[in-house]
C-alpha cells in the first residue's frame, strides 16, 4: 500500500496565525486528503512550536508564565485550521511529555556517541532570530533575518559536532536529485554547505533564557529550540533514539513531504538532516521551500496583516474559496502578492464564470429539455472522442501535477476541461438539437458536459471539499468520497438520474466584501476602485438590491404596450475593446440585417458561449453609444447589476417573434 506522510512546519505561539500559517498547511491538507483520497496509508501532521525566547517574551508581555500562555495559545490554531476544513491527523505540541522524552533521548544518544561537546561560545546573539552570528554576518550591526539589534555574548554552551555529517548530507542532496524542492533552492543550500561547515550549539544556559526542555544531564541548560522543534517531525510518529520506536514509526518515517517557508530551509536542509544521519534515520524524501506572501503589494506587517487575516478572510469568502485561490494563484515555491482585487476577479474568471457557467448551462439545459433526467450517452462522435482525450489527459495532469506539489498546474490541468466543456455545449448546440428534435444526441451532449462536472468535482474534493459536495449534489451523487483515480471516464452517471433543482455553487462576487473594504482602507491600501457604473446594463436600474426590489410606481397597460420586446438570436460576440463589463453582439432580430447591441454580461458570460443563444430583445430603444460603440436595443436579463442569467426563450422561435 502507498504510504504518505506530510509535515508543516510547527508555528512559534508568540502570535496568532496569520495567512503565512495557513498558507503551509491548506497545501499540506490538500496533499493529504489526496493521498487519504487515492487510498494511500496517509499522516498528515501540523502543530504548534512553544518553546524558545519569542514565546517567552510573550508571556512575559502578558504578564503571564509561558506555560498559560502557550496553553491559551493553542486553541486560535486549532479554532483556525477548522474554520479552514483542515483534517490533520495529529497535532503535535512541544511541551507535551511525549515530544521532550523523544529530545532527551536524542541528546542523551548523541553525547554517548561524542557528537556532542562543551565549549565556550562568543558572539553576537540575536533574540529575534535566536541564533549567533558572526561579526561578518551583521548588516549594519544589527541581525541579518530581522535588522534587531544584537548583543555579545560569551557562555559555555553545549555543540552538535554538525561538521561530521556535513559531506554526507552533500552526497545525499546529489544522490536524491528530487530531495530539495523547487530545484532552484538546491544550490542555495549546496552554496551553505560548500563554506566550512560548523557545529551547532544547541544549548541555551537556563540563567539566561530558561523556556526550553532541559538537558538531562545538566538542568543548568535548556534545548535550543530549533534542535527541539525540529525533532517534532519524528517524536510525533513514535522515534525513540534510545528505546524501540513505537508501533507506527516504521509505516511513517522517513516522510515523503516536509512543506515550509524559504525561510526555514536552512534549519531543516542542514540542521534537520545532519542530525537525522547521527541518528541512524534518513531523511524526508522532499523538503519543499514555499514563497513568501506580500499583501496588497506590501511586506507583511501588523497592519497590512489585518487586511488578510484568515478568520475574516473565511468569513467573508468562505474557506474553499480561500483555498482555491491561494493554491491557484502563485505557483508554490514563489513570493506572490495576495490582493482582494486579484482574489475576486480570478474567483469570478474561474469559479463563476468557467465552472459555475458549464454547470449552470448544462443542468439547466437538462432540466428544460429532458425533464431533469440526465440522459443516455449516444454513440461517440469524433468530437466526443476529443472531449473524452482532454478529460484523461486533464485527470493524469490533475495527478501528476497535484503529487508534485505543483498545485496551480494540476488546477490549470482541469480548467482545460470545464473551459473545453463550454466550448463543446457552443459548437454542439443543445437549443438547435432541441429545436431540431434530436433527443438522443441532446441526451448525448448535455450528459458529457454533466460528466466534466463529475470530474471536477471528483478533483477538486481536496481543494474545495465542500464545493466539490455541493458540485456532486447537483448531479444527484452523494457518496463520499467519490474516487479520485479512474474517474476520467465520460460515462459514470446513470441515465434516467433525476437532477435536484439547479442551485448556483459558484455565485459571481460583484464588489468587495464590505468588510474587506473597511480593512482596506484602515490599512491605508489604496482601495480597489469600484466596478464602473455602466448604463449599459441589460436590465434597467433601479431596483438595485435583487431580493427585495423597491416598489415600483404602478403604469398601465398602455406605457407597457410602448415597448417592444422581440425574440432575438445572438450570431456573433465578442469583448468591448475599451470596457471589461461589456460585450458587443450582433443579434439577429428578422431585420435585413442582425442589430448590434452592447450588454453589461460580461463578467458572467463568456462570448463564445453565447453566440447561438435565444435572447429576448426590447427592441425598441433608442440608439446609445456604450464607451464609443453604438448600441440599438437591450437585452433582459435577471439579476440587476448582477447579471444571473439572460432571459431565455424555451421554444426555437423565429427571430423577431413579438414578446408579451
Ligand atoms: N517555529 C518555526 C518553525 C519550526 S519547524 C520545525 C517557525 N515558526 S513561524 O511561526 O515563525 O513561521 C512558520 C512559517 O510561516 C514559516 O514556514 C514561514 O515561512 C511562514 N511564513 C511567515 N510569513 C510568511 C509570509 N508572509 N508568507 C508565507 N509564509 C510565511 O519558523
Redesign the pocket.
Known amino acids: 500500500m502507498q504510504r504518505y506522510y506530510v509535515t508543516t ?4 505561539v508568540n502570535d496568532k496565525p ?4 495557513a ?2 498547511t491548506i497545501a499540506a491538507d490538500v496533499l493529504a486528503r489526496w493521498h487519504r483520497l487515492n487510498g494511500a496509508d496517509t499522516w498528515f501532521l501540523t502543530g504548534v ?1 512553544e518553546h524558545g525566547q519569542k514565546v517567552l517574551e510573550a508571556a512575559g508581555k502578558k504578564g503571564i508564565s509561558p506555560q498559560a500562555h502557550v496553553d491559551a495559545m493553542v486553541q486560535p490554531y486549532k479554532d483556525l485550521w477548522a474554520r479552514l476544513d483542515i483534517r490533520y491527523d495529529d497535532f503535535i505540541r512541544t511541551t507535551e511529555p511525549r515530544h521532550k522524552a523523544v529530545v532527551q533521548a536524542a541528546l542523551l544518544k548523541l553525547k554517548e556517541q561524542g557528537d556532542l561537546y562543551e565549549d565556550v561560545y562568543e558572539g553576537w546573539y540575536s533574540t529575534a532570530a535566536e541564533r549567533f552570528w558572526t561579526e561578518k554576518d551583521l548588516v549594519d550591526g544589527k541581525c541579518p533575518d530581522t535588522g534587531q539589534p544584537v548583543q555579545w555574548v560569551q557562555e559555555t554552551n553545549w555543540f552538535f559536532r554538525m561538521s561530521r555529517y556535513g559531506e554526507r548530507l552533500r552526497e545525499w542532496i546529489e544522490a536524491h536529485p528530487d530531495f530539495l524542492q523547487p530545484a532552484s533552492r538546491k544550490n542555495e543550500v549546496l552554496g551553505y554547505l560548500r563554506k566550512d561547515l560548523g557545529d551547532l550549539c544547541i544549548s541555551r544556559p537556563a540563567a539566561r533564557m530558561s523556556w526550553g526542555i532541559p538537558f538531562p544531564w545538566d538542568e543548568s541548560f535548556v534545548t535550543y529550540v530549533w534542535f527541539d ?2 525533532l ?1 517531525y519524528v517524536s510525533a510518529v513514535g522515534f525513540s533514539p534510545q528505546g524501540e520506536n513505537g508501533p507506527d514509526f516504521a509505516r511513517r518515517w522517513p516522510a515523503q513531504h516536509h512543506l ?5 530551509l536552512t534549519t531543516h536542509a542542514v540542521y534537520f538532516s545532519t542530525m537525522l544521519f547521527a541518528l541512524g534515520l534518513e531523511p524526508a524524501e522532499h523538503l519543499y521551500a ?1 514563497g ?2 506580500t499583501v496588497e503589494g506590501e511586506k ?1 506587517s501588523k497592519t497590512i496583516g489585518n487586511v488578510v487575516d484568515p478568520h475574516l478572510l473565511v468569513d467573508e469568502y468562505g474557506a474553499d474559496v480561500v483555498r482555491y485561490f491561494v493554491l491557484r494563484e502563485i505557483p508554490f515555491g514563489n513570493d506572490g502578492d495576495f490582493s482582494h482585487k486579484g482574489l475576486l476577479e480570478r474567483t469570478n474568471a474561474d469559479l463563476a464564470n468557467d465552472l459555475g457557467n458549464l454547470l449552470h448551462r448544462a443542468s439547466s439545459m437538462t432540466g428544460k429539455w429532458l425533464g431533469g433526467r440526465i440522459g443516455a450517452l449516444d454513440a461517440p462522435t469524433p468530437a466526443d472522442l476529443e472531449l473524452q482525450g482532454l478529460a484523461d489527459r486533464a485527470v493524469a495532469g490533475f495527478a501528476r501535477e497535484l503529487e508534485a506539489a505543483q498545485f496551480h498546474k494540476a488546477l490549470e490541468s482541469l480548467w482545460e476541461l470545464v473551459r473545453a466543456g463550454n466550448k463543446y455545449i457552443d459548437t454542439e448546440q443543445p437549443w438547435a438539437l432541441n429545436r431540431e428534435g434530436k433527443t438522443e444526441r441532446l441526451g448525448g451532449v448535455l450528459t458529457r458536459c454533466l460528466e466534466i462536472i463529475r470530474v471536477a468535482a471528483t478533483l477538486l474534493q481536496p481543494v474545495m471539499p465542500t464545493k466539490a459536495r455541493e458540485l456532486a449534489a447537483q448531479l444527484s451523487l452523494n457518496a463520499d468520497p467519490l474516487l479520485a483515480l479512474g474517474c476520467a471516464s465520460l460515462d459514470h452517471l446513470v441515465a434516467g438520474t433525476v437532477l435536484p433543482e439547479p442551485a448556483p455553487v459558484f455565485p459571481r462576487l460583484l464588489e468587495l466584501p464590505p468588510r474587506i473594504q473597511e480593512a482596506l482602507a484602515k490599512a491605508q491600501a489604496p482601495t480597489p476602485p469600484p466596478p464602473p457604473p455602466s448604463p449599459s446594463l441589460p436590465v434597467p436600474e433601479p431596483p438595485v438590491d435583487e431580493t427585495t426590489p423597491a416598489a415600483p410606481a404602478l403604469i398601465g397597460i398602455d406605457d407597457f404596450g410602448k415597448i417592444q420586446l422581440l425574440t432575438g438570436r445572438i450570431v456573433a460576440a465578442e469583448r468591448h475593446p475599451s470596457a471589461d463589463r461589456l460585450l458587443v453582439l450582433q443579434v439577429e432580430l428578422g431585420e435585413d440585417k442582425p442589430r448590434q447591441i452592447v450588454a453589461g454580461i460580461a463578467a458572467r458570460y463568456e462570448p463564445q458561449n453565447l453566440v447561438g443563444q435565444q435572447v429576448v430583445v426590447v427592441a425598441n430603444l433608442k440608439p446609445v453609444k456604450l464607451r464609443g460603440i453604438e448600441s440599438h436595443g437591450m437585452l433582459l436579463a435577471a439579476g440587476g447589476k448582477d447579471v444571473r442569467g439572460l432571459v431565455t426563450v424555451g421554444e426555437p422561435l423565429p427571430p423577431g417573434t413579438l414578446v408579451r
Open positions: 512546519p510547527i508555528y512559534y496569520h495567512l503565512g500559517h498558507y503551509t512550536d522543534a525540529l517534532n515550509l517557508g524559504k525561510d526555514i514555499h513568501w506572501w507583511m
